[in-house]
């Protein structure tokens, strides 16, 4: 039996096109993108540096690392291209969350979450939106 359950995160009324939104759950950093109708998740962690890519934008179904430019493809996580400066072959795929949507609100299923002890809204915090152009 998995140890994973879907935790109740944001309200898609909360997105608007291209937008981001910054989530912690029980100590995970989560990034909820919308790209047109899609929605994704992902650990905010760059598989480069391991930093956070809270500053990330998203082009052309991709997010892109604020650090060194490196792309991810929204729908599989892999690094698609190389940023500019080079060198960051074979680098790791974004570690992906299973979204779904249920009553008009995001859900992201996190591994270990039965010990957040829910799925309520209190468990989660949500960090600022950030809108992309
Ligand atoms: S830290 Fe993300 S590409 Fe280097």
Avoid at 1 to 14: A, E, L, P, T, Y
Avoid at 90 to 113: F, K, M, Q, V
Wanted: proline share 7%; charged share 25%.
């Amino acid at each position: 039996m998995s140890d994973n359950i879907f935790c109740r995160v944001v309200r898609v009324s909360d997105f608007s096109v291209r937008r981001l939104v910054r989530a912690e759950i029980a100590g995970w950093p989560v990034l909820i993108i919308r790209d047109g109708e899609d929605f994704h998740a992902f650990r905010n962690r760059c598989p480069h540096t391991g930093v956070r890519m809270n500053a990330a934008r998203v082009h052309e179904h991709a997010l892109v690392c604020p650090h060194h430019l490196a792309y991810f493809d929204l729908r599989s996580g892999k690094c698609r291209a190389n940023p500019p400066s080079g060198g960051l072959d074979g680098l790791p795929a974004l570690t992906r969350y299973e979204i779904r949507l249920t009553d008009g609100w995001i859900e992201i299923e996190i591994e270990g979450a039965p010990s957040l002890g829910g799925q309520t809204r209190g468990e989660v915090r949500i960090g600022p939106p950030v809108r992309f152009e």
